[in-house]
């Protein structure tokens, strides 16, 4: 069975959203932090999104098909895009999932393959958590406080136990941090 994991790339204060990511993400780039990305997404052959992260996403990463960064990895991977408003998704190997969400994810949990990995979609994420369809919550935890915008996790979330199976620090003081839900 395919294990899911959500991947999100976060501020020390759970700041995620696009709108704020000039002010905290690309201060914390680094060779080492793009090889750690990269290694992550090959561990993945299906890449599912929200409605939201995909259509920021796809206009970029679509175009970058060659090289060593995780362009390449993410248009060979089959997308997902989780959406009820979305009629047309135009990046290669994209189906839109519009209805029976968690059957859908569930069916393809177990086909035999790589991981699914859903990027950022806190929307999405949320709509999962107390499915038992979540296996990992991999955060890459910038050292910068935000103080304000989007939170992953905003008041209202179900309470879920998590427990800290991995943490490495990156270059920048960046925290790779890996969970997984207690009593799944």
Request: hydrophobic share 35%; aromatic share 10%; charged share 20%.
């Amino acid at each position: 069975m395919r294990k899911l994991w959500v991947k999100a790339w976060i501020t020390l204060d759970g700041v995620f959203d696009a709108d704020t990511m000039d002010h905290w993400w690309q201060n914390t780039n680094s060779p080492e932090r793009m090889a750690y990305i990269t290694e992550q997404y090959s561990q993945g052959d299906i890449y599912m999104m929200g409605r939201t992260t995909y259509e920021m996403l796809w206009p970029g990463w679509s175009k970058q098909t060659t090289g060593d960064g995780p362009g390449p990895l993410l248009n060979r991977m089959h997308k997902y895009v989780v959406s009820t408003t979305l009629t047309e998704a135009p990046w290669k190997e994209s189906t839109i999932i519009s209805e029976n969400v968690v059957e859908a994810i569930t069916k393809l949990k177990q086909q035999p393959g790589k991981d699914i990995i859903i990027d950022g979609s806190a929307t999405l994420v949320q709509s999962l958590m107390g499915t038992g369809l979540i296996d990992e919550y991999r955060f890459l935890v910038e050292p910068f406080v935000m103080g304000t915008g989007r939170h992953f996790f905003p008041d209202g979330t179900p309470p879920t136990k998590l427990k800290l199976v991995e943490s490495n620090v990156i270059a920048s003081g960046t925290l790779a941090l890996v969970y997984q839900p207690v009593n799944k």
